[in-house]
């Protein structure tokens, strides 16, 4: 019965591309205020339970799935969206759900422990990487990420945080060892992405703890030689994400989202969440992931609660972006 009640709502928040996202006027740009859908019902998921990368997207970018904590059922939930439709798809309990083809996905079931592949088309599954139980750090994996070009599971042993934390370690899908990934949060690095097209990279700096965070262009891949690049914002920057295809940036900046476009780095703001002056209300962009054809931009959007802080999902329409010159 709460599931269905809870479906009822969620069609009315996302009910078509026609749900835009409250206008006001604020730096630094422009307001070109581009459709979005609402994903997730307010206070009822728990934040702290969210796990980097917060929702996957699908090769052909036509849906993603994600896992949240329920606050009423206590326990992991599995959901599927595709674009554009008015409900949520139950897929199952467990965590991190994460796609390796359009059909099948990863997902790290609790109890008993371990990792399986699981086919939406039929729903069976198969436990893989079983050699993960016999690592050292097992017994402290909450998490795991797919990384699609290097047929690779990230371990994730960290729920939420300010920093993007990578993981600690990088397996096959038999679960053997392959390497260690850096986070480097040491050199105040909060986030980065890099552009496939040009090899160059942004990254957001943190000099200082509580300081502001600079928004960089690094002329080649982040790595671990990178040296600082030319900055091109600065403030209360959470979040930076290069499309796949190049053409945009996007970044957070506390309750909107700002898109620049690399070439003459013009700005415009294509997401707000929120009242910017109403200072109790402390809702913040701390993640954003782009699908792969560069059409949609998925936002984890954090809600601080006296009740318990909750997240919001959102998906913005991309593809009606219009920049300042057109």
């Not at 729903?123 to 017994?139: H, I, M, T």
Request: glycine fraction near 8%; hydrophobic fraction near 40%.
């Amino acid at each position: 019965m709460k599931t269905r009640i809870a479906v009822a709502v969620l069609i009315v928040l996302i009910a078509g591309v026609g749900i835009w996202l409250a206008v006001a006027t604020a730096p630094p740009g422009p307001t070109r205020l581009v459709p979005a859908w609402q994903l997730l019902l307010a206070e009822n998921y728990r934040a702290m339970g969210v796990l980097d990368p917060f929702l996957s997207w699908s090769p052909d970018s036509r849906s993603v799935i994600f896992s949240v904590f329920g606050l009423r059922s206590q326990r992991d939930k599995m959901f599927r969206w595709e674009v554009g439709e008015k409900k949520l798809q139950p897929i199952g309990a467990g965590a991190s759900a994460t796609y390796v083809t359009n059909d099948e996905f990863l997902y790290l079931r609790r109890e008993p422990k371990a990792v399986l592949l699981c086919s939406l088309r039929s729903g069976k599954e198969r436990e893989v990487a079983s050699a993960l139980k016999r690592g050292e750090f097992w017994s402290d994996v909450i998490g795991i990420a797919y990384n699609p070009k290097r047929r690779t599971i990230v371990a994730r042993m960290a729920e939420y945080t300010q920093f993007s934390t990578p993981g600690t370690d990088e397996y096959d899908l038999t679960g053997k060892l392959i390497s260690t990934v850096s986070t480097r949060l040491g050199e105040g690095i909060v986030d980065w992405s890099s552009d496939p097209t040009s090899g160059k990279s942004a990254i957001l700096v943190q000099e200082k703890a509580g300081g502001p965070v600079s928004l960089q262009i690094v002329p080649k891949a982040f790595g671990r030689n990178a040296r600082r690049g030319r900055e091109i914002a600065k403030g209360n920057l959470t979040s930076v994400a290069w499309s796949p295809n190049g053409r945009t940036i996007a970044y957070s900046q506390g309750k909107i989202v700002v898109a620049v476009r690399p070439d003459d780095f013009s700005r415009v703001i294509v997401a707000r969440f929120g009242d910017p002056d109403d200072e109790s209300d402390k809702r913040t962009a701390v993640r954003l992931i782009w699908s792969p054809n560069s059409q949609y931009l998925a936002v984890f959007v954090y809600v601080p609660s006296p009740a318990g802080d909750y997240p919001l999902y959102y998906v913005l329409d991309m593809s009606k972006l219009k920049w300042q010159s057109e």
